[in-house]
């Protein structure tokens, strides 16, 4: 028992600089919903063709499998979405397809740990939906990455 209190006291006093690290800070960010694998790896293409209606297909299918969603703003930062207004488990909520490629103005807290900014959105002030139409340039699909037909 005495090790167990111990070991709870411990682990409370090496945790209390994180929580101090991470302490949230309130702010507004617009930006469009991506998908952040094909825009970090560029598995898909350059980052200008893994955005708007031009990746619009694969944003969906990408967050429908899990794959963390995030918020692009105009300056080329990428906030990590935790969690939306009124959801629940992220992987598990029709509300992130809804939202995929749309831009929109974000309010909610910001953390920022190691360098990588993550947002939790308490409140979708102005969603003005899917405005970045680039598929006449990029196609649907970028054409590198459909198959060859079997001969």
Not at 69 to 90: A, H, Q, S
Request: hydrophobic share 40%; aromatic share 6%.
């Amino acid at each position: 028992m005495k090790s167990t209190s111990s070991a709870i006291l411990l682990l409370a006093a090496l945790s209390a600089p994180l929580r101090a690290e991470t302490t949230p800070e309130r702010i507004q960010v617009e930006g469009e919903f991506i998908d952040t694998w094909c825009y970090f790896s560029g598995v898909m293409g350059a980052p200008e063709a893994v955005q708007g209606s031009a990746h619009h297909t694969c944003a969906l299918w990408c967050a429908a499998g899990g794959i963390p969603v995030g918020l692009l703003t105009e300056e080329g930062e990428v906030y990590m979405i935790l969690k939306l207004e009124g959801e629940g488990v992220l992987a598990d909520m029709d509300t992130l397809l809804e939202l995929q490629s749309d831009r929109l103005v974000a309010d909610g807290l910001h953390y920022r740990r190691d360098g990588i900014d993550y947002l939790v959105v308490e409140t979708v002030v102005d969603n003005s939906g899917l405005t970045n139409e680039n598929h006449d340039e990029w196609g649907v699909i970028p054409g590198f990455v459909i198959p060859e037909p079997a001969e």
